[in-house]
Every structure is written in C-alpha cells, then in structure tokens.
C-alpha cells in the first residue's frame, strides 16, 4: 500500500489570509482539508479554497465560529467534490485565543 503525505496549508496561524497553494499536478475529485485548532478558541473561521488555475480562488466551504478546546484532536474537516488542481486553507476570521494549523488531502 502506498503512503498518502499530507501537504500543509497552515501552520499555528492567527491573521487573516491564505496558506500555502497546494497543486495536485492535475485536477481532482475530492479534496479534503483537516483543520487542527491549538488553545481555547474564542473566535475565528477557516475556509477551504479551490481553484482551476490557481489564480481565482472560490471559497468551498467554511468551520463557521471556532470555539472552545479540541484537546490537541483534528477539529473540523471540509470537504470540496469537484474538479479542481489547486487548494489552500484561508483564515477569514482572526483566530482568538489560540492558532490553527491546516493540512490538504486529495484523491
């Protein structure tokens, strides 16, 4: 069986804004992004970004309000069926009381 890695789109963010682009070489069909929350959350929202060309994002969906303790476990997961080469994890709210780092899946 073969090894899937993870591609890290956030790591221990705070501000608003983009994570890192991950390109997938060609378009896939379900692009999966785990959201994994650090503190006590008091506020924030991460959205998962797709995009054809890697230029004009399109926000999929989104955690809605971050809030409270997640033990150190995989908060939310958002999931994007479509076809799309690129994704990345996008803070549009600022993160409070804590960070939120972000990983993308793809098959």
Do not use: C
């Not at 378009?27 to 995009?51: D, E, K, R």
């Amino acid at each position: 069986m073969a090894t899937v890695d993870k591609f890290i789109t956030l790591d221990a963010a705070t501000a608003i804004g983009p994570g890192a682009t991950a390109d997938f070489g060609s378009a896939q069909t379900h692009i999966t992004l785990h959201v994994v929350p650090a503190g006590v959350l008091a506020g924030g929202v991460v959205s998962l970004q797709v995009s054809m060309d890697g230029t004009t994002w399109v926000a999929y969906s989104n955690t809605g309000v971050l809030t409270g303790s997640f033990g150190g476990s995989i908060g939310p997961a958002l999931e994007a069926a479509g076809s799309f080469r690129y994704a990345r994890a996008n803070v549009d709210v600022t993160i409070i009381g804590g960070t939120v780092s972000a990983w993308l899946m793809a098959s």
